[in-house]
């Protein structure tokens, strides 16, 4: 299902329209009063568009500029300038057999979107520099914990410099900065930021089907596994390890899938598979890393069931330097006997090249 935010909805109207936000307003509430609460703002929001013969997207994919991208699209085309390439990471299927997956980011006046090449399409990597300008085409889009990626598959084109394209200039993306922050500093949705923790707690492993192709949660069909991009499949399993961490400021649940948690825990994806029925071998691994400290880096979310913030790590470093630590420590410290508030400290940011977990 393609779904696309109330403010894209508004502003398409008053484009086609020629609706003020109060006109528009009135409409939604008088459709929210006649269908009673059974549908979202949004609905209603669609059903105006629709009455005023206002089409809001192409639901069977086509060209767009990066902004239009919606979350549920398919056969997604769209043309881009390189601003990122990360490297290519291989993993081992569920049947056995080797399979690779890498992304770069590609910018056009309007935006910027995350590619994410599986199996073969990882190829293009090898030669793809920033400033290249890409043509993709028969993605769909995937929604990556609040953050759009198109997905390109054995059916997907990838084309670098194709003839005819044209994309304006971008700036190359450099190293991100990273901040360093107190756990009880944290707010919803801060991103890339890096929380120096210790383990106090760890939760046995959660299992789960995925796409062999595509890596996304796969349905129980009754007569075997089904996802929605690819249908019946043959699913790989993936996993995911939960932990509280304490800076001394306050605790909070780290949520480490697949690739970081092998980083996490130093076993290989195989190993900790295979320990889904070695429960001995679980709590081996728990005990081991109860106490441990480590340095995590991600984004906060908000736990909607739990009322309370949640960190995805997308790195793990489970053996932080000593002496970076103690570097930066004595750096606050003077900063702090020279009357100066400490401040986060830029750190060099790479992308998780091991993405995307499920």
Same mark, same amino acid.
């Given at each position: 299902?393609?779904?696309?935010?109330?403010?894209?909805?508004?502003?398409?109207?008053?484009?086609?329209?020629?609706?003020?936000?109060?006109?528009?307003?009135?409409?939604?509430?008088?459709? *929210?009063?006649?269908?009673?609460?059974?549908?979202?703002?949004?609905?209603?929001?669609?059903?105006?568009?629709?009455?005023?013969?206002?089409? *809001?997207?192409?639901?069977?994919?086509?060209?767009?500029?990066?902004?239009?991208?919606?979350?549920?699209?398919?056969?997604?085309?769209?043309?881009?300038?390189?601003?990122?390439?990360? /490297?290519? !990471?291989?993993?081992?299927?569920?049947?056995?057999?080797?399979?690779?997956?890498?992304?770069?980011?590609?910018?056009?006046?309007?935006?910027?979107?995350?590619?994410?090449?599986?199996?073969?399409?990882?190829?293009?990597?090898?030669?793809?520099?920033?400033?290249?300008?890409?043509?993709?085409?028969?993605?769909?889009?995937?929604?990556?914990?609040?953050?759009?990626?198109?997905?390109?598959?054995?059916?997907?084109?990838? &084309?670098?410099?194709?003839?005819?394209?044209?994309?304006?200039?971008?700036?190359?993306?450099?190293?991100?900065?990273?901040?360093?922050?107190?756990?009880?500093?944290?707010?919803?949705?801060?991103?890339?930021?890096?929380?120096?923790?210790?383990?106090?707690?760890?939760?046995?492993?959660?299992?789960?089907?995925?796409?062999?192709?595509?890596?996304? +949660?796969?349905?129980?069909?009754?007569?075997?596994?089904?996802?929605?991009?690819?249908?019946?499949?043959?699913?790989?399993? !993936?996993?995911?390890?939960?932990?509280?961490?304490?800076?001394?400021?306050?605790?909070?649940?780290?949520?480490?899938?697949?690739?970081?948690?092998?980083?996490?825990?130093?076993?290989?994806?195989?190993?900790?598979?295979?320990?889904?029925?070695?429960?001995?071998?679980?709590?081996?691994?728990?005990?081991? *890393?109860?106490?441990?400290?480590?340095?995590?880096?991600?984004?906060?979310?908000?736990?909607?069931?739990?009322? +309370?913030?949640?960190?995805?790590?997308?790195?793990?470093?489970?053996?932080?330097?000593?002496?970076?630590?103690? !570097?930066?420590?004595?750096?606050?410290?003077?900063?702090?006997?020279?009357? &100066?508030?400490?401040?986060?400290?830029?750190?060099?940011?790479?992308?998780?090249?091991?993405? /995307?977990?499920?």
């Amino acid at each position: 299902m393609i779904r696309m935010p109330y403010e894209k909805i508004i502003g398409k109207i008053k484009e086609s329209a020629k609706l003020s936000d109060q006109e528009i307003d009135e409409r939604i509430k008088l459709k *929210l009063s006649q269908l009673a609460g059974l549908i979202s703002k949004e609905g209603a929001a669609h059903i105006v568009a629709n009455e005023l013969g206002i089409k *809001l997207f192409d639901a069977n994919g086509g060209k767009f500029k990066i902004q239009d991208i919606l979350m549920g699209m398919r056969s997604v085309e769209t043309v881009g300038r390189v601003t990122q390439v990360f /490297p290519t !990471s291989e993993f081992t299927r569920r049947d056995g057999t080797p399979s690779k997956v890498g992304s770069f980011v590609i910018g056009d006046e309007t935006g910027t979107i995350r590619v994410a090449c599986w199996g073969d399409k990882a190829d293009v990597l090898k030669g793809l520099r920033p400033g290249d300008i890409v043509k993709v085409k028969d993605t769909y889009v995937r929604d990556n914990r609040g953050r759009l990626e198109l997905h390109a598959n054995d059916r997907a084109v990838i &084309q670098v410099n194709p003839a005819g394209e044209s994309a304006p200039e971008i700036p190359v993306r450099q190293a991100q900065a990273r901040t360093r922050k107190k756990i009880a500093d944290l707010q919803e949705n801060d991103q890339d930021v890096e929380l120096l923790g210790t383990i106090v707690q760890v939760f046995d492993p959660r299992y789960f089907e995925v796409c062999p192709d595509c890596n996304r +949660r796969v349905r129980d069909a009754g007569d075997g596994f089904s996802c929605e991009q690819h249908g019946k499949v043959t699913p790989d399993l !993936s996993f995911v390890f939960n932990l509280f961490i304490d800076d001394g400021s306050e605790t909070i649940r780290v949520v480490c899938f697949r690739n970081q948690a092998v980083n996490l825990t130093g076993r290989t994806q195989g190993e900790i598979i295979a320990m889904r029925d070695q429960p001995e071998a679980i709590e081996a691994i728990k005990t081991d *890393l109860l106490g441990n400290t480590i340095k995590v880096v991600g984004r906060a979310v908000k736990n909607e069931m739990f009322g +309370r913030l949640e960190f995805i790590a997308n790195i793990v470093d489970p053996k932080p330097d000593p002496k970076d630590e103690v !570097s930066r420590l004595k750096d606050e410290i003077a900063k702090e006997e020279a009357g &100066q508030k400490p401040s986060a400290q830029p750190q060099p940011f790479s992308a998780d090249a091991a993405f /995307p977990p499920p």
